[in-house]
Structure formats: C-alpha cells, structure tokens
C-alpha cells in the first residue's frame, strides 16, 4: 500500500465549497499523535463535533501545560454546531471541551451518564454550565440534519460509547477508543450485534480507533490483571503505592477489591483521582468496600502494612503526586520496603519522564512493579485482530483511520486493505484534512490550517512555536546580554560593553577576550553611519559576539544586545 502518497494527497490547497448533498468531515486533532481528538461533520451548513480532548506536551514544549485542538475552523461558524458527541471521559477526548464552550457556552453536549458527568466537574472548575444530553447505548438523537445512533463499545473506562452518523449524503461509523474484550469486570462488551446491523444498512465511512493497529493479535483481558495484584499485595510488607490514570475505574476496582482482601485501607492521592472516583461510585460504576477508604491524611496513623495509596502521575507529569513522592516533596515519604505499581502504559513521549520517577523511587528504595516486569497493564485499545473482525463485520464502503500516530494510521490501513477495502477508499489523513463523501466515495479535497494551540498557565493560544523554540536555547544553549552606551556625536563607546551569561561559561571572564571586538565594531559601524538605526547597531553587536560564542565555545545560546545612546 503506498501509504506515503496517500499521506501526501493531504497537502492540497484549500477545500472548495461544499456542495448540496455532500458530508465533510474535518479532523481538528488525533491523526498523528495520541490525544487531542476532535473531528468535525458538515452538512446543510450545520456543524457535528466528535469528541474535544488534549494532548499532554512533550518534553520538547517546555513550560506548557496543555495542548489543544485548533478551534479556528469552528471560530466564525458556533452558532452552526447542533452538538458536540463525547464519546467517553478520558482526558484525551473531554479535556479541550471548557476551551471550547468559553467561545459558545451552550452548544449542547451528548455524551452517557459517566462520561457527562466527568465533563461537568471539569466545567465547573471554570464556571461553565452546560447544556447536556445524557445519552445510552441504543438510544437515537437527531441533531440538526444528523441522526445519531449510539452503541455500546468496551474501553478502560465505563460508559464508552460508539456513534453512528445517518445524513443525507451517507453514514458514518465512529468507533471512540474501544477494545473488544469478552469478558470486561462491568459486563458491559463491544456491541457486535449491533455493529453487524449497521454493517447490513451500509457504513459508508469507517472511522475505527487506530492507537494498537500495529499490535497482532487481541489486547488482554482487564480482569487478567487482578491475580497479579492479588499476588503483589500478598508480597508486600510495608506500604502499597499504585499509579494509574485518574478516570481508569476498572483498575481502581481491582485496587479496592485486592486491598479489601489483604485487610489494607485505600487512600486516594491526587485531586482528579479523588474528583473521578467520588464520581464513579456516586453514579455506582465503582463499587467501594465499605470503610475501606481514609483519607490521605489520616494514613501516618495508619500501620504501614495496612495502607494502599491510589495516586495520579503514572505519566511523569510533574507537579502530580507520584512524581512528587519521587523527588521527596509530598506529605507521603517512600522508603525503602515500600511497593510501588505503575498500572498503565507509557503514553508516546513521557518515557523519559516515567524512567527517572522509576529511577528516583528505586533510589528511595522502594520495589517499583510497572508492565515491563509484570502484568499490571493492560490496553484499552482494540489490537489488529479484534480490528480485522470489525472490518469483516461491517464491510465498510471507506476507511478513515484515526485516533493514533502515523505508524498507527498506516497499519489501520493496511488491515482495511487485507479485509478488502478498496486501496482507493483507505484515507490516510492528518490534522487539518478535509475529506468530503458523496455518493457512496470518500475523497480527500484540500485541507485548512490546524497548528497546536498551547495553553500556558493562564494564557491560551498566545505561546506559540518561536517562543517554546527560544525557550529551548535558553535551556540547552544559554543566554547572553550585551549592554552598551554609545555617542552618535563622537563615534565612540561611553559605556560597556557589559556582558552578562547564564548558562554558557563557569567564569564570565571568558569574555573579556571579545569585548574589544564589540567595543571596535560598534565605533567602526558609528563613525561610518552616523544615521544607523539603534537595531541595526544591536544586529553588529549579535554578529560579532554570535561568531566569536559559536566558534570559541561550540555554543549556539540566546543573544540579547543592547544598545542605548548617551
């Protein structure tokens, strides 16, 4: 499959109109990177939106705390969204949804039980309240000129759900994250039943979850993970540390149940873990023990070998509780004898992060228990055979991966092109794609402008790529300032220049060997352009010092030159 090409095709130029009794479809996030899913429906000159979640930043984007989906498609046009369908409460689909309703606060949102209410807690923390749609599998809403059905589909949280689009111009089939396993802790499975009957009235276009397409074979079953922790809790001799992803309420039930049989009490350690599961047990999708949980100040009264904390921070993040206890600034100290269980996946980019929290907490001495030495993880993402079994089921008309990086995009579509989709209708798109469906075909058509939208502190959308690329020099290279005085009148320097560096040298002398350089560029530059402009004098000032830092030092750092007139 010449995927490259297909890939390549995205590039176009901007779409054309969209014509009479035709469905667009614009993925605003998630096609490329693991988080921030959105896409877009279009018809009649009404607006779908599917899910609105975040991308947690990379190493590489220092200081910023969110990224999001770019609303700039969507900006001029709010007051055409009939709805926007929330597939199920991870952070990845629902974490970008307050940004979006600061811009338009009452476009509806359609979502289940769970996954609405993990969304208005979040809506509350910025005075936001929603118009809301509690919605179940099997349920039918029409939204404008949508109709949208709702089935049931398997994943590590409760309440996921797939929607199926009927317009006027086709159907569409969008998955969600989903996973099939037979036997999940709450009973509830993949609807294949229903599935196979929306394969019968025709899936025009299939947009299934892609983030395990390229792992064989079938993803794990969740309650294969209970005797593992039955077995690490029987072991255990002193305190009992587990990290997970706050919205993961099947992991969190297996916790409870392990604790609830060793005779240990459960502290949940993080605001949105103790935020979710307050939730999950409140609406009955977490089932507690009763008096199990204490509260995590209450656990030094505790004996060490009754205590288990359920804590956020499985991802490195650094300001969660995990990665805090690894540096030594949480109320709660590891030691050595304590068990610590990191019961999820690397998300792509935060290894580095998770290695030094394993590293740290290992250095407190403490056992550190993660997937790559025992099974205390399983995925919530379908695996290529369960992949290929929806294919056969549904036989879908067109296939649009999406949900994963662009290995995962590429192996979703190579599993179409082996269930025998037509290469021709297998699109491999990115962010910004703009693919329309007429008439029983999917084609690409041209695509709009979607960058990264980073939220940085209180400031969203303001940072932008030059400024975390100047914030990456001044943490890997440095920075320098350069102050001088000069007199046009004269030519000559009154003052300076005055070289100040963090980062670059041990011992600001170093400097003192270019200063006359400066000093003799500024005077030359002066005296031969009396009317040279205060930047263009700053430019000689970084030309000489930049050459002289790169060649003398092998250092590349920020310069900063200033130049003022006496």
């Not at 779409?15 to 998630?30: F, K, S």
């Not at 039955?230 to 540390?241: D, H, M, N, P, Y």
């Not at 509780?321 to 935060?350: E, F, K, Q």
């Not at 500024?522 to 402009?533: C, G, K």
Request: charged share 25%.
């Amino acid at each position: 499959m010449d995927s490259a090409a297909r890939f390549q095709d995205a590039s176009e130029g901007a779409p054309p109109p969209l014509e009479d009794g035709t469905l667009r479809i614009v993925p605003l996030g998630g096609l490329g990177e693991i988080g921030r899913n959105m896409a877009v429906f279009e018809i009649d000159s009404k607006l779908l939106i599917v899910d609105c979640g975040v991308l947690f930043p990379e190493e590489f984007q220092p200081g910023v705390d969110l990224i999001l989906p770019d609303f700039g498609y969507l900006r001029d046009r709010l007051d055409d969204v009939v709805g926007l369908v929330l597939t199920h409460g991870h952070e990845d689909h629902i974490g970008a949804v307050p940004y979006l309703l600061r811009l338009k606060p009452d476009i509806p949102l359609i979502g289940s039980q769970l996954t609405l209410a993990l969304v208005e807690a979040k809506l509350a923390e910025h005075r936001i309240t929603p118009l809301a749609l509690a919605v179940a599998e099997g349920d039918r809403e029409r939204l404008g000129p949508f109709e949208c059905e709702f089935v049931a589909v398997n994943h590590s949280i409760p309440d996921a759900l797939a929607v199926f689009i009927r317009t006027a111009a086709g159907t569409v089939l969008h998955t969600g994250d989903f996973k099939m396993d037979q036997l999940p802790l709450d009973g509830r499975i993949t609807d294949l039943r229903a599935f196979a009957r929306l394969g019968e009235e025709g899936v025009d276009l299939f947009m299934p979850d892609s983030t395990n397409a390229d792992v064989p074979g079938f993803t794990t079953a969740e309650r294969e993970i209970g005797p593992v922790l039955q077995s690490l809790f029987g072991r255990a001799s002193r305190r009992i540390v587990v990290a997970s992803f706050s919205s993961h309420v099947h992991r969190v039930q297996q916790v409870l149940d392990a604790a609830a049989r060793h005779g240990r009490k459960v502290a949940f350690v993080g605001r949105s873990m103790v935020r979710n599961m307050a939730i999950a047990a409140r609406l009955g999708y977490l089932e507690v023990p009763e008096g199990i949980l204490v509260d995590v100040k209450e656990v030094e009264k505790l004996p060490d070998d009754r205590v288990v904390l359920m804590s956020t921070g499985s991802q490195g993040e650094p300001m969660a509780a995990l990665s805090r206890m690894a540096n030594g600034d949480h109320r709660i100290a590891v030691g050595p004898g304590d068990t610590v269980i990191l019961a999820s996946s690397l998300i792509p980019g935060n290894e580095n992060a998770v290695f030094r929290i394993i590293n740290g907490l290992m250095r407190l001495g403490a056992d550190v228990v993660h997937k790559g030495n025992a099974r205390v993880h399983v995925s919530g993402h379908a695996s290529a055979g369960e992949l290929l079994y929806c294919y056969n089921i549904l036989r879908p008309r067109n296939v649009m991966p999406v949900h994963g990086e662009t290995r995962h995009l590429i192996a979703n579509g190579r599993l179409a092109e082996q269930s025998g989709v037509a290469a021709e209708n297998v699109l491999l798109t990115e962010d910004g794609s703009v693919v329309d469906l007429r008439d029983g075909r999917a084609r690409i058509v041209g695509r709009v402008d979607c960058g990264f939208v980073y939220v940085d502190g209180s400031s969203v959308g303001d940072v932008t790529d030059d400024d975390l690329k100047d914030r990456r020099i001044l943490g890997e290279e440095g920075f320098i300032s350069v102050v001088s005085v000069v007199n046009r009148q004269t030519g000559s320097i009154v003052s300076g220049p005055d070289i100040h560096a963090r980062g670059v040298a041990e011992d600001e002398s170093v400097f003192e060997e270019i200063k006359p350089r400066i000093a003799a560029a500024l005077e030359e530059a002066v005296r031969s352009n009396p009317d040279h402009t205060t930047y263009q004098l700053q430019q000689v000032v970084r030309r000489v010092i930049g050459s002289w830092v790169s060649r003398r030092l092998r250092r590349k750092p920020m310069i900063v030159p200033v130049v003022l007139e006496a």
